[in-house]
């Protein structure tokens, strides 16, 4: 079964950056020596922090925070990052309920976690 594609009704705010999270196992030692290993195949995860300024409308904020609720930060969904050369698959554990931002306008933020799920 595919992946729900998340296709916002608004793009997110330009010139987000991501981070990133390294999963290692490691193995402390006496007088600070430490031993570590890359935790898994693929140790190695993207985080971005998204965020919608503009959205012109309670309806289309409530739609975007929808779809996080819908998969309740478990399921995976497809998604490509604005300038980013691929569709990634993601995981929302975290975001922020629609808020006015005042003159009408609606914000949401919005944390992904690259995922590494096969799909069939």
Request: net charge negative.
């Amino acid at each position: 079964m595919a992946n729900p594609v998340f296709s916002p009704p608004v793009a997110p705010q330009v010139g987000t950056v991501p981070s990133t999270e390294v999963k290692v196992l490691a193995a402390a030692f006496g007088d600070g020596y430490e031993q570590t290993q890359p935790d898994g195949l693929n140790h190695i995860r993207r985080l971005w922090n998204l965020t919608w300024v503009a959205i012109q409308s309670r309806a289309d904020a409530d739609a975007i925070e929808a779809f996080f609720v819908a998969r309740g930060g478990s399921e995976v969904f497809d998604y490509q990052i604005p300038g980013e050369a691929a569709v990634m698959q993601f995981r929302c554990p975290t975001w922020t309920p629609p808020r006015d931002v005042g003159g009408g306008v609606w914000a949401v933020t919005a944390r992904f976690r690259q995922a590494f799920d096969v799909t069939a």
